[in-house]
Nanobody
Framework: VQLQASGGGLVQAGGSLRLSCAAS????????MGWYRQAPGNKRERVAT???????IYADSVKGRFTISRDNTRNTMSLQMNSLKPEDTAVYYC???????WGQGTQVTVSS
């Protein structure tokens, strides 16, 4: 199953964006899925994780601002991003864990 992120854009600091992740097949059996981001010159980091049980885990940098969710009936995963900061600017990716193929990602740019 390959996952492809979409929904990025340009937003002012303090604003919100909702990213979507579409799967090429069923996701109900995928135990762990996550959202990642990579800013220029930085390593790719995982910012949010969701288990099959719907338990969620967040990086400290986004805790309280981002919300990850999954819809097994629609084979999608989402990332609601609120109170965005310029340091959230990055290309965002979605993937399962262990990793499958990486999609192109979606650019999120937060202006100050």
């Amino acid at each position: 199953v390959q996952l492809q992120a979409s929904g990025g854009g340009l937003v002012q600091a303090g604003g919100s964006l909702r990213l979507s992740c579409a799967a090429s097949g069923p996701i109900f059996s995928i135990e762990v899925m996550g959202w990642y981001r990579q800013a220029p010159g930085n390593k790719r980091e995982r910012v949010a994780t969701i288990l099959r049980s719907n338990r969620t885990i967040y990086a400290d940098s986004v805790k309280g601002r981002f919300t990850i969710s999954r819809d097994n009936t629609r084979n999608t995963m989402s990332l609601q991003m609120n109170s965005l900061k310029p340091e959230d600017t990055a290309v965002y990716y979605c993937n399962r864990i262990p990793w499958g193929p990486w999609g192109q990602g979606t650019q999120v740019t937060v202006s100050s």
